[in-house]
């Protein structure tokens, strides 16, 4: 895959993690569990974005929010993977995320910690940090939850930033976070159907009430949404467009970070100037290759070439 006259993409992580996999068969609550294998890496979600779109062939930037307590793996991981560091290390640790795979089941467990505690002074260093990556013909991914002691209405803070800068903006988070972003307008976000009904606050069930919702998004001043739907794919959609992609069927080793896949390759489809159904189309083969890896790997460019040819495309209706 050439890269060529790619646009940069930056991704932004306020609270990253150290996620920890064990392999526990037949996992039982209440029980004495054996682990059979495990694994540790760098993430949060927009370094699991970041993983992908390197893996992908394009360039990428990190910044965000890291403890000095144990940075030194996630730096040394980055060094490793060819990702360009701008991260601002703080008082305190990176939390440990712990996901629980019973690989007999297919099932994931996920026990999430709450993260740093971050200060208005680490913040405003992390603002200068990305003001100075911000340009013109730069995408941003800000994605994931918030540390303890950062207002909801920071990542809406960002938006508007780098949105001034030039720079087009994908966010991709949850709850409060998500819900006071998207007042700053985002180019593209990347709900969940879980957290686009959250959003709404109203229950999605039917696919015209899922269709709806992500029209009225539109309408609200989104360019682009993106509704994963865990195994069934996502629905993506433009003002005039929406497409359903519906990923091949494989063996997944572990779901976590497959949404996150998602984003890398649909922005990496975007800085390569693809369509819509090509973007869609590549986000799909990137998160079903990285559900195949252990842990939170992303797949290799060959995966992801095979993955593109299987990958479902239908043209849904709906009105605009």
């Not at 006071?180 to 593209?188: D, S, T």
């Not at 984003?263 to 090509?278: E, N």
Request: net charge neutral; with cysteine.
């Amino acid at each position: 895959m050439d890269n060529n006259g790619q646009q940069q993409i930056v991704t932004i992580t306020l609270n990253p993690a150290l996620d920890q996999t064990v392999y526990i068969p037949q996992f039982q609550l209440g029980e004495v569990n054996r682990v059979s294998g495990q694994r540790i890496d760098p993430g949060g979600k927009g370094i699991n974005v970041a993983k992908v779109v390197r893996a992908l062939g394009q360039p990428v930037s990190v910044t965000g929010l890291l403890g000095q307590d144990n940075s030194k793996l996630f730096f040394e991981y980055f060094s490793k993977q060819g990702i360009n560091n701008f991260f601002i290390e703080i008082a305190g640790a990176a939390r440990v995320n712990i996901k629980i795979v019973d690989d007999q089941n297919g099932k994931v467990t996920e026990i999430n910690f709450p993260g740093l505690n971050c200060t208005g002074h680490d913040l405003a260093a992390l603002e200068k940090v990305i003001q100075k990556l911000a340009g013109e013909q730069q995408w941003f991914v800000i994605a994931g939850s918030l540390p303890q002691g950062v207002p909801d209405a920071v990542y809406g803070r960002l938006v508007t930033l780098l949105k001034k800068q030039g720079a087009k903006v994908l966010l991709d988070s949850s709850g409060a976070a998500l819900s006071e972003g998207i007042k700053a307008r985002p180019h593209v976000i990347k709900p969940n159907l879980e957290e686009l009904g959250q959003l709404l606050g109203r229950q999605l069930t039917t696919a015209v009430e899922i269709k709806t919702a992500v029209a009225d998004l539109l309408a609200g001043g989104m360019e682009q949404v993106i509704v994963t739907l865990g195994a069934e794919g996502a629905l993506v959609a433009e003002k005039g467009e929406m497409i359903r992609v519906k990923p091949p069927a494989v063996v997944a080793n572990s779901t976590v970070g497959a949404g996150d896949a998602m984003v890398a390759g649909f922005v990496v489809g975007q800085t390569r100037g693809l369509s819509l159904i090509d973007c869609a189309r590549l986000g799909t083969a990137a998160a079903t290759a990285s559900v195949i890896q252990p842990g939170t790997q992303a797949g290799s460019v060959a995966e992801v070439e095979k993955l593109l040819a299987q990958v479902h495309v239908t043209r849904e209706l709906a009105a605009f």
